[in-house]
């Protein structure tokens, strides 16, 4: 298992098809994920702090799972089948592990809320990650020494011009 980190959620023109994007946390492998619509509003609303007047579904499902004392130890895309992601939520209860199967943007829309780490197979970064040369990242310089968001996400379009989800497919 790898850990990953959370990059954001696109658009892919000219489809216009939602994608959320992960990457490596100590690697340069970048996971595309494609998703629906209102599963990338949900992911963008929680990395915004964005505040709906009523609680959207992962808000109600993080909310029952801290209201029943439940911890997100993890999220993991752990599978890769004809083009489809699949998820696990590793739920842990009074020293007991429970794995729950989920769709990867439910799963990284509820982690994000909670702050659960994310990781994903080492089987599915080798299938469909796309790397991205140090060498083409534009550095910000940061006092951090991260490399820059947008510089990131720039390069991430530019790939994206050239491949399609059946790209992913076996």
């Known amino acids: 298992m790898i850990e990953m980190t959370l ?7 000219p ?12 690697g340069e492998r970048f996971l595309p994920i494609w998703i629906g619509g ?6 963008a609303f929680a990395l915004q702090g964005t505040v709906t007047p009523r609680p959207l579904t992962h808000d109600l499902m993080r909310d029952i799972i801290e209201g029943l004392e439940i911890t997100v130890s993890r999220v993991v895309i752990c599978d890769l089948r004809d083009g489809t992601f699949y ?16 769709r990867p943007s439910d799963a ?5 809320r909670i702050g659960a780490p ?3 197979a080492e089987e599915v970064l080798d299938e469909a ?8 990242i534009e550095d910000a310089d940061k006092e951090d020494g991260e490399e820059d968001p947008d510089a990131v996400v720039e390069e991430f379009r530019e790939f994206l011009e050239d491949i399609s989800p059946e790209d992913f497919e076996s």
Not at 108 to 112: Q, T
Not at 129 to 136: A, G, K, Q, T
Request: charged content about 25%; aromatic content about 2%.
């Open 7 to 13: 990059v954001g959620v696109r658009v892919e023109l």
């Open 15 to 26: 489809t216009n098809q939602p994608i959320v994007l992960l990457r490596e946390s100590d």
């Open 38 to 43: 209102v599963e990338a509003q949900a992911i």
């Open 87 to 102: 998820a696990d939520l590793v739920l842990e209860n009074a020293g007991k592990e429970v794995t729950v199967s989920a």
């Open 108 to 112: 990284i829309a509820l982690a994000v």
């Open 118 to 120: 994310l990781f994903a």
């Open 129 to 136: 990650s796309i790397l991205i040369d140090e060498d083409e």
